[in-house]
């Protein structure tokens, strides 16, 4: 399985998932032209999109993605906020598990300010957790090869000129770095190939000391936004 962020912030963000199984695309919160030069102009290749929640960084490309006949899997909740029906939208249940391509998806909810799923994502021999917009998971998983995490801030890195009402909302919303690292050393990690940190902050985050003390925390081969992707 390869796991690839083409585009992780809150301008928009595009996420892949690709191995033997098919591809999927995770939260498409870019225009479609952006979507069709990340893939290289493969979208013919796309099985299904994956979206976790309403915000447009995340949801902004579905529409033009079910035109382009790809079938688009979301919370009936979801749907409703961005006025998207029709024969390609397939709502889903969190923690019923569903098949497309040859891959199961199970869709688990989130702790954001708006209805948000995350997913455990399997094509038989690896496993990704891809979890954004979250100030808190309390599943764990077994047998993950992949995780694809956003982590939003921390309390060493939170600007000192931040809102109290931005404060209030972001502690609610967002996952901060010790909330992460204590649900990584939650799960099994035994198996586990690559962590992606994901969409972080501008303002309330650093790349560089995340991926050290993730990485120093877990002892796993970490990557942020910007860097190659190990395949």
């Known amino acids: 399985m390869q796991f690839t962020a083409h585009h ?11 191995s033997d199984a098919g591809m999927l695309l995770i939260d498409p ?5 952006k979507i069709k030069a990340a893939l290289a102009f493969r979208l013919s290749a796309v099985d299904a999109a994956l979206c976790s929640h309403q915000h447009g960084d995340h949801s902004k490309g579905i529409p033009a993605i079910a035109k382009a006949g790809i079938d688009c899997f979301m919370l009936p909740e979801t749907a409703e906020a961005i006025k998207f029906d029709g024969h390609r939208l397939k709502t889903v249940t969190p923690l019923e598990q569903f098949s497309v391509a040859g891959f199961n998806v199970l869709p688990f909810p989130a702790q954001h300010d708006v209805p948000n799923i995350g997913f455990l994502i399997t094509d038989g021999k690896d496993k990704l957790m891809f979890l954004v917009d979250s100030f808190y998971c309390k599943y764990t998983f077994k047998g993950l090869t992949h995780i694809a995490l956003a982590i939003n801030y921390s309390e060493e890195t939170l600007a000192n000129d931040l809102h109290p009402v931005r404060r209030k909302r972001l502690y609610k919303s967002h ?4 909330n992460a690292i204590t649900m990584l050393q939650s799960n099994d990690l035994s198996r586990v190939r690559e962590i992606h940190l994901l969409h972080m902050s501008r303002d309330n985050s650093n790349p560089d000391y995340f991926k050290s003390e993730v990485q120093r925390a877990t002892g796993k081969p970490v990557y942020t936004g910007g860097e190659p992707w190990n395949r």
């Open 29 to 33: 919160g870019v225009p479609i032209s």
């Open 8 to 18: 992780s912030s809150s301008s928009g963000n595009l996420y892949q998932v690709e």
């Open 175 to 178: 996952m901060s770095l010790k």
